[in-house]
């Protein structure tokens, strides 16, 4: 049976961005120590989540790969013999924008950045104004512990997303994320929350993967972030959940010898029909 243990970040953070890559060095640590064997930090972790505000200075905010945070962490994954995913702002060497996720090996070695695909334009998540679409295509870890994806917030609303990692061979979808309420904003559709993590639950089952979801807590000025990390098993049962206020480090451990079992029952992968999906493109 193919167990692993995993860790979710769930942080506050503030505009002190030397504290927040302190405290994740910290938390990732913690972490680590419990025997967690990837550790995952949420969406932006080190920075305030600036594209609430359409005109932020890009550079007050953004780093490289390899950067402070890529390298402090790197160290950490090297001592322990850990995968750590990173998500950043990032300026590449080209000066163009991303929201990224760093991925370390267990050697401490950095892999192929990803970058966030679907990039949202919304009031209160301009997006677009700070963040160029990836264009390098979905990527799965190969790493000592899992085969894995990671996708990052608002990759977390398409299916087509969730499926192509797990066409590529990903077992576990990490979905770093930041996400909340707007304060004294009344949604006419239902519970923002129960939507977010109906949707991933939704590509576990419909995929026989788990997923992992971090998200970060605390109010930053007009957002109210739900925390609520969770990690869900192929059948979208919720096996961990933290709080909605506390910083928290997440351990969970998870049977990815149930994937197979999911997916020879229910046979979701098995009869697709690709033949009948030509339009979706």
């Not at 917030?153 to 930041?178: K, M, S, V």
């Amino acid at each position: 049976m193919k167990k692993l243990t995993i860790a979710l970040i769930q942080t506050k953070v503030t505009v002190d961005q030397a504290a927040n890559l302190a405290k994740a060095l910290k938390l990732a640590e913690r972490a680590a120590k419990q025997r967690a064997k990837i550790i995952c930090l949420p969406e932006l972790f080190r920075t305030l989540y600036f594209p609430q505000y359409k005109k932020a200075i890009p550079d007050d905010y953004a780093e490289s790969i390899p950067g402070p945070s890529t390298i402090t962490l790197a160290r950490l994954a090297k001592k322990y013999g850990v995968v750590i995913i990173v998500p950043v702002y990032e300026k590449d060497k080209k000066g163009q924008y991303h929201n990224s996720a760093a991925v370390i090996n267990e050697r401490g070695k950095l892999l192929p950045t990803y970058h966030k695909i679907h990039i949202p334009q919304d009031p209160l998540f301009w997006e677009s104004n700070y963040f160029k679409p990836g264009d390098t295509g979905y990527k799965v870890y190969r790493t000592k512990y899992a085969k894995f994806a990671v996708l990052i917030c608002f990759d977390q609303w398409f299916p087509e997303a969730a499926r192509l990692a797990t066409l590529q061979g990903a077992d576990l979808i990490f979905y770093p994320t930041a996400i909340g309420y707007i304060i004294n904003h009344q949604s006419k559709d239902g519970d923002w929350h129960n939507a977010w993590e109906t949707v991933m639950r939704g590509h576990a089952i419909t995929n026989g993967v788990h997923v992992a979801a971090v998200n970060r807590t605390g109010r930053e000025d007009k957002l109210n972030f739900w925390g609520q990390s969770f990690v869900a098993d192929s059948f979208g049962t919720i096996l961990k959940k933290a709080s909605t206020r506390r910083e928290e480090v997440l351990v969970c451990q998870i049977d990815l010898m149930h994937n197979k079992r999911v997916r020879e029952g229910w046979g979701f992968l098995r009869h697709r029909r690709p033949d009948t999906y030509k339009k979706i493109i």
